[in-house]
């Protein structure tokens, strides 16, 4: 069982930072697949950044590339996303979460965190 926890969310001008933390309970945290997910009010839940076990392999979705970066500390059960260079876009509920497999589809992910809110101004 794992239990996640966001933090860092708020209110940013477009073209601010944000960096998103999520803690993690739980023994087996580096053996789980950390991803970001967010869901924007009328929208479906998407994916937008992945990282393996180790921290060593990231994948984005083309609509952040270059603009956010995932990274975790495994002694710390911490996931991070830091988000540059943000747009009204972006504005979105943000969501953590765990899962056995490498992919972007929300529906293989196991756990999940509460949400954090961003809003980007323009």
């Known amino acids: 069982q794992v239990q996640l926890v966001e933090s860092g969310g708020g209110l940013v001008q477009a073209g601010g930072s944000l960096r998103l933390s999520c803690a993690a309970s739980g023994r087996t945290f580096r053996s789980y697949v950390l991803g970001w997910f967010r869901q924007a009010p009328g929208k479906e839940r998407e994916f937008v950044a992945r990282?393996?076990?180790?921290?060593?392999?990231?994948t984005y979705a083309d609509s952040v590339k270059g603009r956010f970066t995932i990274s975790r500390d495994n002694a710390k059960n911490t996931v991070y996303l830091q988000m540059n260079s943000l747009k009204s876009e972006d504005t979105a509920v943000y969501y953590c979460?765990?899962?056995?497999?490498?992919?972007?589809?929300?529906?293989?992910?196991?756990?999940w965190g509460q949400g954090t809110q961003v809003t980007v101004s323009s």
């Open positions: 990282v393996s076990g180790s921290g060593a392999v990231t």
């Open positions: 979460s765990a899962g056995g497999t490498s992919s972007s589809n929300r529906n293989l992910y196991d756990y």
